[in-house]
């Protein structure tokens, strides 16, 4: 059975981890010094190493796959899986010297559940790590992450994603060329999984087809139109319209356009002034206003460009 890339190629050890030198340069002194948290808290967007940290720290800390457990919160939201996990948490490791919950998509959780939560998280019993990974922490309680120590990590830049992609092509025999990757890049939006997700599906095509193959999901596709229209100084309603269609994360969003921004910027030309303008416009994320930050964000952005 043909093994994704994805999971093929995940880092096995903190060292391994590309473009995260700061989270992965705490952890590493965490690790060495034996004084990994018993709460901790991974915060950053899709495909940037959450869960594989977790797994990583799984096998520093002596803990068992069986002792592993993994609780999507996409799935199990409320009261009672925190219900479970407190009946569970005093028991001993079955095979290890400790037991690990991974709280993944922490951030859906209900506020009863997190406020259940806070004992576990507060007196955590020795034998026991709780991880929670989450692409919006701003969603969890002040209570909840102030009882855990977070690591933040980052969009991996255009380098980092080249520089994993060169790897993983390298080793699979796959031919790039540098249209082919830079779409890719741009594509992956800073998600190393996704661009080995994309690597997989168009490795063995002739370079149009791999380009044809790449294909934008509909949030970048938004993200473009909402920047042009900004820089072609389009009516308000334009923009207006293609808002109201957006239902991916507003941050995610800014992102996106923000790399459109940078891309014209550094191409220069008449559209460089409005670039640079949007760049500041969508400086501060949206995590606090969602999509009222970013329809506010826009409307600057249209009217400053008249």
């Not at 800014?254 to 220069?268: F, Y």
């Not at 970013?294 to 600057?300: G, S």
Request: hydrophobic share 40%; with cysteine; proline share 3%.
């Amino acid at each position: 059975m043909t093994t994704e890339l994805y999971k093929k190629y995940r880092p096995r050890k903190l060292s391994q981890i590309m473009g995260q030198p700061q989270a992965v340069a705490a952890l590493e002194v965490m690790v060495q010094e034996n004084r990994v948290p018993h709460t901790l808290l991974l915060s950053g967007p899709s495909g940037t190493g959450k869960t594989t940290i977790a797994r990583i720290l799984r096998k520093y800390l002596g803990c068992s796959k069986v002792d592993f457990t993994e609780v999507n919160c996409s799935d199990l939201t409320g009261i009672d899986t925190v219900r479970d996990i407190r009946r569970r948490v005093g028991q001993a490791p079955l095979n290890g010297t400790s037991r690990i919950w991974l709280i993944d998509e922490a951030h859906k959780i209900t506020d009863a559940a997190q406020n259940a939560m806070l004992k576990l998280l507060e007196d955590t019993p020795d034998h026991v790590w709780f991880i929670l990974a989450t692409t919006n922490p701003d969603k969890l309680l002040r209570t909840v992450r102030s009882r855990c120590t977070e690591i933040s990590l980052n969009s991996l830049n255009s380098a980092a994603l080249e520089a994993i992609i060169h790897r993983v092509a390298t080793k699979e025999n796959v031919t790039l060329s540098k249209a082919v990757m830079e779409k890719l890049i741009q594509t992956a939006d800073g998600n190393g999984r996704k661009a080995l997700v994309i690597l997989d599906q168009i490795r063995g095509l002739p370079e149009q087809d791999q380009l044809d193959a790449i294909v934008p999901d509909k949030a970048q596709t938004q993200a473009i139109e909402i920047f042009l229209a900004i820089i072609r100084r389009e009516k308000w309603s334009k923009v207006a319209a293609i808002l109201r269609e957006v239902e991916d994360e507003p941050e995610r969003i800014r992102r996106l356009i923000l790399a459109c921004a940078r891309t014209s910027l550094l191409k220069g030309g008449r559209n460089a002034n409005q670039a640079f303008l949007v760049i500041e416009i969508f400086g501060d994320n949206f995590f606090y206003s969602g999509a009222a930050g970013l329809a506010a964000a826009c409307y600057d952005a249209v009217r400053s460009t008249k």
